[in-house]
């Protein structure tokens, strides 16, 4: 039987624990050990089972349980200092509040992403975008910088993995209840469940609900389709992360965008909050929150398209992180012109508006696309990489954008990807700090400072159980899969003995994509089972990853990997695991001593698996890529050699097998001649002392930089509190300054083509010039319609190449000395040569305004 209809119940708190359904519902709890230990004490056994979820564990207990826990005046007294406790985490002033006391920081910021991975009770993440978001959540929480997340609730996540007899990869979804998960309902004052609606084609109407997730200070809103009155096909719209394509993946990004906004309006209707004065766009899924804000001006405060596209660019950021273009949202213009024109175009936004800023209508795009990261870059004055050369590597991937602009001047900065501390180090690295250099600010900038102080022997016995930790999680996830691959118990006797608590454990888990290269280790099979197999060096790998649905490649690749460690000769020493998700990396990065990354550089954005890993004693073997391009010192791990073209590395590089042989080979040999000795390179008390050395040293160096405290920061100070300070300065005075700064924008546009460097001069070089030299540059520039002030000429010098081509370059602005001839005028300066060698220079005009983050930003320039 069936029942008619269903509700949900649920648990009443005796009053001395009512407590703990805050504890259990704020997700610091995911992050703050003593809470987890307190509701794992109610029942470790139960905890277990139910996952490390708090609610599923309160919503388990009987009446009685809680009756008798509630007479247990010890644990009543742990409740309510774990309660005490949280409230003077949420109330206290952090550093955000220091810093804003001086700086006048945003009020308030909005984070759109399409995935958060802050636990795995809350699966709504797939990869590195989602935990990456959920650590900038916590980060966020930690400092008390203000910040609201916008999101989707899929109620199936992305989805389960288990492996079939022969390996292959299959994918389950589970449904996720929000009833019954840490989540409550947005409700209006009356009660009634707060609702986001959207026009969609064909006069459908798709209408969502709004779940608030608790993130220590920060709320997490996810918009939910599931909803009554919608079709069937709306209510499917939110089940699956990255599922479908097409249609389905434009609504849920419309959904995500326009919904969002409209839902942090319902927000601070309904709770007081402040509007946000920052809006950042987690990579381009979420780029058509920028169109709804333009449409809330345009209809609400009578500006035009023009004057309040300059509004909203002032105060939005756009983060892109992928270096590879397959991995951007691309849409035809038709689908676009579909969904945002006729009745579902939006109050005072035609289509024709829109589908120009996402058109790919630059050298090397194609027409009739609309790109979802060209519509973040164009919406946003602010933009950035997630590392230093991901930022190089996206500077020339737009560059189209800005024509005219060398790669290095196109305005997308770069600021690092950091990693949740707390989330991620292991407790016994916590407790050994504690123990030796007296606090837990090893989850802090300088924490690290008196590594020296950490007796070896004690640092090398925290790191063996850790890694027997590990062993032991293995050994039952192993067996459990095989129990679902259609093994019986009596077969699997050998997964009890599988890993070694004493042998170099190499890591690797990631998504699976092809460029990621999960298989490179076995280019040459026999070698890497000489290496598992060393009888007196060997070696033992642990690999996990996931594939996507509909990635047959990738499916492939994890199918090889599977059934070369099936083999029985070698399954003691390597083991896939299925169904990586955070629960098992915070098992997975404490214990391995190796962490190994070799995707095709340059196409790995950051990589922060590896970041986590040396949070926890683990040493980096990695290609020269994302975070370990920059960070990479020579004692901190090592750096696998690459046949990456642009390094240089000659003609071999450019065939793709040639290139993974180089790169195989030079990690066996890596793992061979300096991992495994080094680590088997034992002294009289059997301690590894060079290898420790080189953790101790990782800790020191590496442990301040790779931290998610330290990267909110820079969002705050580089990206977050320049756009609230543009944002005000536009809309001052009945948005002025957009007004003006859009006729400006008009008016530069329609005059630069008539803009051109008549004549370059220069006085003072001699026939021997030295460093220190001064040179006086003359310029005659036609203006046409635009007047001295509207434009910056400057001087552009550096070194000089065989082909004139100038690198390493500086500008110095060139000052307005004289008017003739009508729209002519002369423009002088001096410039001071500043080194050896070719020297070059050339003159351009450049748009100038004080409402340009960026000389770059109109993408106008006329060169000499």
């Known amino acids: 039987m069936k029942a008619i209809r269903r509700f949900h119940v649920r648990t009443v708190l005796p009053e001395p624990l009512a407590p703990l359904g805050e504890l259990a519902t704020n997700l610091r709890w995911s992050w703050h050990s003593r809470t987890r230990d307190l509701f794992r004490d109610i029942d470790p056994q139960r905890w277990d089972e139910v996952g490390h979820d708090p609610v599923a564990l309160l919503a388990s207990l009987s009446g009685d349980e809680l009756d008798r826990l509630s007479t247990d005046e010890a644990f009543v007294t742990r409740v309510r200092e774990a309660a005490d406790g949280l409230r003077r985490y949420l109330e206290s002033p952090q550093w955000f509040q220091e810093w804003t006391a001086s700086e006048h920081g945003p009020a308030a910021i909005a984070y759109f992403s399409a995935e958060f991975g802050i636990t795995s009770v809350l699966p709504q993440y797939s990869g590195g975008l989602g935990i990456l978001a959920g650590d900038h959540l916590k980060s966020a929480s930690d400092l008390g910088v203000p910040i609201v997340g916008i999101g989707l609730f899929y109620k199936t996540g992305y989805f389960s993995q288990s492996l079939s007899r022969d390996g292959w990869q299959q994918e389950t979804y589970p449904l996720h209840d929000p009833d019954n998960l840490p989540l409550s309902l947005v409700r209006e004052h009356d009660g009634s469940p707060a609702l986001v609606s959207l026009r969609l084609p064909e006069g459908r109407l798709l209408r969502a609900h709004i779940w608030k997730a608790q993130v220590g200070r920060v709320p997490l809103l996810l918009l939910d389709s599931d909803v009554d009155g919608n079709d069937d096909a709306a209510r499917e719209l939110t089940s699956r992360l990255y599922g479908g394509g097409g249609d389905h993946r434009l609504q849920q990004e419309l959904l995500l965008g326009v919904g969002g906004v409209r839902a942090l309006r319902i927000w601070s209707r309904l709770t007081g909050a402040p509007e946000p004065e920052v809006y950042h766009c987690n990579e381009g899924h979420a780029g058509f929150l920028g169109v709804e804000r333009i449409s809330e001006l345009v209809s609400q405060r009578g500006l035009t398209f023009d004057e309040a596209l300059e509004a909203v660019r002032a105060g939005t950021v756009f983060t892109t992180h992928t270096p590879v273009p397959a991995g951007i949202d691309r849409f035809g213009v038709d689908q676009v012109q579909r969904y945002l024109g006729g009745d579902c175009a939006l109050p005072g936004v035609p289509v024709e508006r829109i589908v120009p800023l996402g058109a790919e209508d630059y050298d090397g795009g194609s027409a009739g696309i609309f790109n979802m990261a060209v519509m973040g870059l164009r919406l946003a004055q602010r933009a950035n990489g997630v590392s230093q050369l991901h930022g190089e590597v996206s500077r020339g991937m737009f560059d189209g954008l800005w024509p005219g602009f060398d790669d290095s001047e196109v ?60 062993v032991d999680d293995v050994r039952r996830r192993v067996r459990d899969s095989w129990v679902t691959r259609g093994a019986s118990a009596a077969e699997l006797g050998w997964t009890q003995e599988i890993l070694d608590p004493d042998v170099l454990t190499i890591g690797f888990a990631r998504r699976v994509p092809t460029y990621k290269r999960l298989t490179l280790m076995l280019r040459d099979p026999a070698r890497l089972r000489r290496l598992l197999l060393d009888p007196d060096r060997p070696v033992q790998l642990v690999i996990a990853g996931k594939a996507h649905p509909a990635d047959d490649t990738g499916k492939k690749l994890i199918q090889q990997m599977v059934q070369f460690a099936d083999d029985p000769k070698i399954r003691h020493r390597i083991v896939f695991l299925p169904d990586y998700d955070i629960a098992m990396a915070r098992r997975l990065y404490p214990g391995c001593d190796v962490w190994l990354n070799n995707p095709l550089r340059p196409f790995e954005a950051c990589g922060t698996s590896g970041m986590k890993a040396a949070l926890n004693g683990g040493l980096n073997l990695s290609i020269l890529d994302g975070w370990w391009d920059e960070w990479y010192d020579g004692h901190n791990g090592w750096a696998i050699p690459t046949a990456d073209p642009s390094t240089g590395s000659g003609q071999a590089a450019m065939d793709a097998d040639r290139r993974d042989d180089l790169e195989a080979a030079a990690l066996y040999a890596l793992i061979e001649n300096h991992v495994a000795a080094q680590f088997y390179d034992r002294d009289e008390q059997d301690l590894p002392q060079r290898w420790i050395a080189m953790v101790a040293h990782t800790l020191r160096t590496l442990g301040p930089k790779v931290l998610a405290t330290r990267m909110v920061r820079d969002y705050v100070t580089r990206l977050y509190a320049p756009a609230a300070h543009a944002s005000r300065a536009r809309a001052a005075d009945d948005f002025a300054q957009a007004r003006e700064l859009a006729s400006y924008r008009r008016a530069a546009r329609g005059a630069f083509g008539q803009v051109h460097v008549d004549h370059v001069d220069s006085e003072g070089v001699g026939d021997a010039p030295q460093v220190g030299d001064r040179i006086r540059v003359k310029a005659d520039v036609s203006l046409g319609t635009l007047a001295p002030d509207d434009v910056d000429v400057q001087v552009v010098f550096g070194r000089a190449s065989e082909t004139d081509e100038l690198s390493d370059v500086e500008a110095v602005s060139l000052t307005h000395a004289e008017a003739y001839d009508g729209s002519r005028h002369r423009f002088e300066g001096e410039v001071t040569l500043p080194r050896t060698g070719a020297f070059g220079y050339t003159v351009r005009v450049l748009p100038r305004h004080p409402g340009l983050a960026s000389p770059a930003e109109l993408g106008l320039v006329v060169n000499a």
């Open 411 to 470: 305005p997308i900065a770069s600021i690092t990807n950091g990693v949740h501390a707390p989330t991620w180090m292991d407790r016994r690295v916590v407790e050994l700090a504690q123990r030796h250099l007296g606090s837990d600010r090893v989850r802090h900038e300088d924490g690290w400072n008196d590594i020296s102080n950490v007796p070896a022997e004690d640092m090398w016995h925290v790191k063996r159980e850790m890694r027997q930790q590990l």
